[in-house]
Structures are given as C-alpha cells and as structure tokens.
C-alpha cells in the first residue's frame, strides 16, 4: 500500500475587482453575517469545463474578472435584493453565456456554479449555510459533471453506506453533519455497487463547512478528466483542497504460449502503446481504483480473449497473468505483495504457468527444494531468499527427473522477482518449456 497523501489547503490566485461600497466581512469569522446591514455575500464558481476564463457582471458592473476554470472569486458583499449577473469572456461584453436574475436576502450567503459545457452552459445557485458548528464537520455535494450518470456517494466500498443519494447532474445536497475523523468515499452509479471512483483517504475537520464537487467529463478523449474538489465554504470562500482520485497498479503478462500478440483494455481505451507478445508484461500501469473492466484482444482487432471486471482497491498492485492455450486461455489474477525486503534478501514468487507440464519443485542442484510441488496455475507467496546467484532446477514433483535447468539466476539485495514456468513440455521454438523472471520491484 502507499502512503497516504495529506490533504492540504492552498488558496488559488483569483484576480478580482469589487466595485461595490463594502465589499469585505471585516468580521471574518466564517459566519452569514455581513458587517454591512441589508447584504449579502455571494460567491462565483467556474465549472464550465471548455468555457474561457470568464468577467462577472452584477447590475452591469464587471465585479470579478478573469475567473478561470474551477477558480473561485470569493465572497464579496452585495446589497441584498434582486441582483442581475451576467457572465461574458474575460475581456468581452458579448456574448453573454449566463444572465440570470438573484433574489438575494440580507445576511445570508449563496454560490453561483457555472456548469455544464460552454454550447449549453447554466447557472446552479445554492443557499450556503457558512455557520460551522464546532464539534461536526459540514458537507455537500455537488454533481457538476456533464456526462456522468447520478451517481451516490459512499463510505469505504461499493456496497458501504451512503452518504449521499441519486445526485444527479446539476443536482446539490443540503449540507450533512459528520463526526470529525478520516475517510474513504466511493463514487458508484446510483443504486449500483461497482467503484467507479475510489478517494484517497481525506480528513473531515470540525468546525469546518464543505462544498465537495464533482466536476470534468468522463470522455478520456478530451483533456478535463473527472475531478473532485472541496471548496471551504467559511471564511473568505477562497480554500479549496483537490481530493485525489485513488489509484492502483497493474500489469498484464503474456504468459498463453501460443496465442498472438495482444492490446490491453482498460474500461475500453487500449492502454499499451505496441503489441504486448509472449512472454513479455507491461510493466505496472496507473490504472484508476474501482471497478474496472479489463479485456485482452487480438493486438490490432476487436475480438477479445480475455474480459473481466477486477475490483481494484486503492494503493494496492497486480499482476493479471493471460495464461493457458488460445483455446483455453484466461486470467490469473495476483495481489502483488511489495513490501520491501529485509536487508540482505530478495523476495520470489514462483508460479507454474506451463499448462502441459505436470507438478514440479524449484530446487537447487543438490536437490534442497526451495518451491515444492506445484501444479500448473498455482503459485507462491513473495518468499524471502538471501541475495546472491543461483543454480536452480525445474523437477517433476518428488522426483530427481530434472525438466529444466535455471543457472546463474542472480537475487539482488532488496528487489522483488516473480519467476514463471512458460511455454509447452513439448514445445519448440518461442513455445519451449522455460522460464521468465520478472523484476516487480
């Protein structure tokens, strides 16, 4: 597992003009209470994804300029009453992509969200309850994501409680009271239990009001990827934190003797630049935690091998093994353990991926059995051996029948090796019985 990411606040450079007379809450303390009798404070956010930077006008006055993409302006101080905003690209009076009328009432807050893409950009206008309370953190949530379903937000996995429901696009949840503490949230498709998101663990603080946002697309062809973002709702409205999307590590090993070349899927995008051959890997990949879709097609065609949905858990990594004859090919599928070794050893798993071979033990030449009697598909866990170089052998299980020999396998201090039996008992050429070492850390 990897270490957890700290969640850190940092303010955004945000260039602003009030034009108005009292346009600060001297009083700072987090609260809905204007210093200005008969105000309110409003706040601008920009999640118009392919929208420029953008000026906000109030009564035709330019009140915020240059807002760019998920900026936000900050609180200013406004008279209450009903309030004409208009948003225009930074620079420009035309064309005017949000008009909208505000009923503002005195001493109360509220955030105007531009949303959805720049053809049909809209306004979502909330009511902010900025009054924290000292031994609660606050949430919302505001789904501003164009293309993605309603989604429920969730604690710890796809089947946890939820903590919000059907949040559909544009749609924003009244503020929950939660215990001060760490937690996991999960992104499913309403009613669904597959992750389609899983969070990097985040720190809830009391006394602390929260707008979490989901924003972007889920089109991986365009470059506002899908994103959450918690603005600070008391204080100035500036804060906000980025709420890291949690990750995994995967590779993909060719290990089907005699299949062709193969791409590597990943929720339908082919993830491997050239065709990934026997008994080559990819290497380990950032592949986004949850539940995601795996295939393995023909290198090049759309006739898929191997399909699977894997439940990928945040920090962890794997190993997806395409093993077997065409035929019969299918994947096997390892957590991979990467805990450092001690000082002086290297940790080894070995797997039986010959699928003609019959059960075998990995012995040194004197006949000490290192891995003992393992049929084909099965594996050990990484096993600590002392670094240094290695003359092995492959036997049929309890026997002196030696099948193949493995000399000079060199075990470097600290790293990390899977070795595997490949190819047929009876096989020639690239399809020979032998074996591969892969060095995973």
Known sequence: ?????????????????????????????????????????VRV?????????????????????DLAYMATSGYAMLDAGTRNVKV????????????????????????????????????????????????????RFLHASPDAPAVDIKLNSGSGPAVFSGQAFKSITDYAEVDQATYTFVVTAAGDTNEVFVLEPVTLYNNTVYTVMAYGTLDPSDSYPFRIRAFIDNGDGNTFANLNIGMSEVMVVHASPDAPGVDLLVDNIVVNAAALNFPDNTGYLNVTAGT?????????????????NLNLDWGADYSVFAIDSLNSIEPLVLVDDLT??????????????????????????????????????????????????????VRAAGTSTVVL?????????????????????????????????????
């Open 340 to 393: 450092p070794p001690a000082a002086g050893q290297a940790h080894v798993r070995f797997i039986h991926l010959s699928p003609d071979a019959p059960a075998v033990d990995i012995t040194l030449t004197d006949g000490t059995v290192i891995f003992g009697d393992y049929e084909f598909k099965e594996y050990t866990a990484f096993t600590p051996l002392d670094s240094g170089t290695y003359n092995l052998q």
């Open 292 to 308: 995601r879709n795996i295939k393995v097609n023909a290198s090049g065609t759309s006739t898929t091998v191997i399909e699977a």
């Open 1 to 41: 597992m990897r270490n957890l990411k700290s969640f850190k606040l940092f303010l955004p450079v945000v260039l602003m003009a009030f034009l108005f007379a009292g346009c600060s809450d001297d009083d700072d303390d987090g609260t809905n209470g204007p210093v200005e009798q008969d105000q309110a404070a």
């Open 45 to 65: 956010i920009h999640a118009s994804y392919d929208a420029p930077d953008v000026d906000i006008s109030v009564d035709d006055v330019v009140a915020i300029t």
């Open 88 to 139: 225009t690209p930074a620079g420009e009076t035309t064309p005017v992509v949000i008009n909208a009328d505000l009923t503002l009432e005195k001493d109360k807050s509220y955030t105007v969200i531009a949303v959805d893409q720049l053809a049909s950009i809209d306004a979502v206008i909330a009511e902010d309850m900025r009054t924290p309370n000292a031994s609660k953190a606050k949430v």
């Open 405 to 441: 020999d493995l000399p000079g396998i060199t075990l470097t201090d600290g790293m990390i090796y899977t070795v595997f039996a490949r190819g047929f008992l009876g096989g020639s050429g690239d399809q020979a019985l032998g074996a591969e070492i892969i060095v995973n850390y």
